[in-house]
């Protein structure tokens, strides 16, 4: 079992950078391939960043590629999604999520899920 907890959203301008934050507990932390996803009002959820179980490993949707970069801490069980030059475009929930294959992430499917926090990118 791993439970989630992201933190780190807020309002932004277009333009500046916001850094969101992934806890994790559970023993088995280091054994999961970590993502991103968001989900924008009134469209579906949508994968943003993935990072393998040693972070040796990313992969990012071409909609944030260059601007966000995601990382891990497994001596910390935190998942990190470094976000620059912010749009209005990226404003959505961003949602931690927990996968025992990597390759499952980029398909919005994930094993554990945090509750999400809300990013709001003003113009």
């Known amino acids: 079992q791993v439970q989630l907890v992201e933190s780190g959203g807020g309002l932004v301008q277009a333009g500046g950078s916001l850094r969101l934050s992934c806890a994790a507990s559970g023993r088995t932390f280091s054994g999961y391939a970590m993502g991103w996803f968001r989900q924008a009002p009134g469209k579906e959820r949508e994968f943003v960043a993935a990072?393998?179980?040693?972070?040796?490993?990313?992969s990012y949707a071409d909609s944030v590629k260059g601007r966000f970069t995601i990382s891990r801490d497994n001596a910390k069980k935190m998942v990190y999604l470094q976000m620059n030059s912010l749009k209005p475009d990226d404003t959505a929930v961003y949602y931690c999520?927990?996968?025992?294959?990597?390759?499952?992430?980029?398909?919005?499917?994930?094993?554990?899920w945090g509750k999400g926090t809300l990013v709001t990118v003003s113009s």
């Open positions: 990072i393998s179980w040693n972070g040796g490993t990313t």
């Open positions: 999520a927990a996968a025992g294959t990597l390759r499952n992430l980029p398909l919005n499917r994930g094993d554990y």
